[in-house]
């Protein structure tokens, strides 16, 4: 690649990334999905006072007159709320377009915060004969998430939109058995060539969580305070009633509120409310569920 589209690749994350920071901010126009961050923390009392971004090239290709870089971005952000100070990470997918070495274009190339390629017909069977008797080591499942919010395990079996495979593994590793072996509309399981829908799929899931009778479950709570690290939150982003996103509490920031870690759109310590996500919208519906085994 030439220098020249190189450094206007270096000035475009750095320009971006200084809209986080109100005071280096200036006067040029700010990115739409910079500003709904930047608003979201400011309406929960919550401000950004450093980021920081770097990125690795993952491939470069060539159409006509047009390059394509395509590019890995790993922000982190310091926030600041009340007396409380914590880290916020994400991950993102990025394409910048060049034509004639002039950048005309930059955007996120990775799935939506969402999962539709299963499509499910009928009901998912939450009976289960299960005796096998479990405790839930939150702990566990915090630590995992931690541990692979921003990789992933090669035990497992990686998706296209793997956010609730990701949030699965975590329950597992907290000490939630697996049921329902082999139907995939039954239970709640992982095998290396096969695996349940409410495994995989975020809609599933959450139909799983408020049903299931034995093994894991859920019980609902009203408010996303009355969660706990190792709680789960459904995310219905067009408030339709077919829920496409899900997410593991790994944390409570000082108003007591939850931060999440998920992937997809890989994140850690997100504020739940996912009112930064392209996928928000003002429909958006929620569910809470405690975590019980």
């Not at 395990?153 to 495979?165: E, G, I, S, V, W």
């Not at 058995?177 to 139907?183: A, D, F, K, R, W």
Request: charged share 30%; with cysteine.
């Amino acid at each position: 690649m030439r220098e020249k589209v190189i450094t206007s690749l270096h000035q475009l994350i750095e320009r971006r990334n200084r809209q986080f920071i109100q005071e280096v901010r200036g006067e040029e126009p700010i990115d739409s999905i910079v500003e709904k961050k930047v608003n979201m923390h400011k309406a929960r009392g919550a401000e950004i006072v450093r980021s920081f971004v770097e990125g690795d090239v993952v491939r470069t290709s060539t159409f006509e007159n047009q390059q394509y870089i395509d590019y890995r971005q790993r922000t982190e952000f310091l926030i600041r709320i009340k007396d409380q100070f914590y880290i916020e990470e994400e991950l993102e997918s990025r394409r910048a377009v060049f034509v004639n070495e002039e950048l005309v274009n930059d955007m996120k190339c990775e799935p939506k915060e969402v999962e539709r390629e299963a499509v499910m017909e009928g009901n998912i069977n939450t009976i289960d004969n299960s005796r096998e008797i479990r405790s839930y080591n939150r702990r566990e499942a915090v630590r995992y998430a931690e541990r692979w919010w921003d990789d992933y395990n090669p035990a497992y079996r990686k998706f296209t939109n793997n956010c609730t495979n990701f949030i699965s593994q975590c329950l597992h590793a907290g000490g939630a058995s697996m049921t329902g072996h082999p139907n995939r509309s039954k239970g709640w399981w992982f095998r290396s060539d096969n695996w349940s829908f409410s495994w995989s799929v975020a809609n599933a899931m959450r139909w799983y969580l408020s049903g299931a009778q034995s093994g894991l479950r859920g019980e609902e709570k009203e408010h996303a305070s009355d969660l706990e690290p190792g709680d789960v939150i459904c995310y219905d982003f067009d408030g339709d009633g077919t829920w496409q996103h899900t997410t593991i509490v790994v944390a409570k920031d000082a108003n007591n509120e939850p931060l999440v870690n998920a992937q997809t759109a890989n994140s850690r310590m997100r504020y739940w409310k996912y009112e930064d996500s392209t996928a928000y919208t003002p429909n958006i519906k929620y569910k809470f569920f405690h975590i019980v085994v």
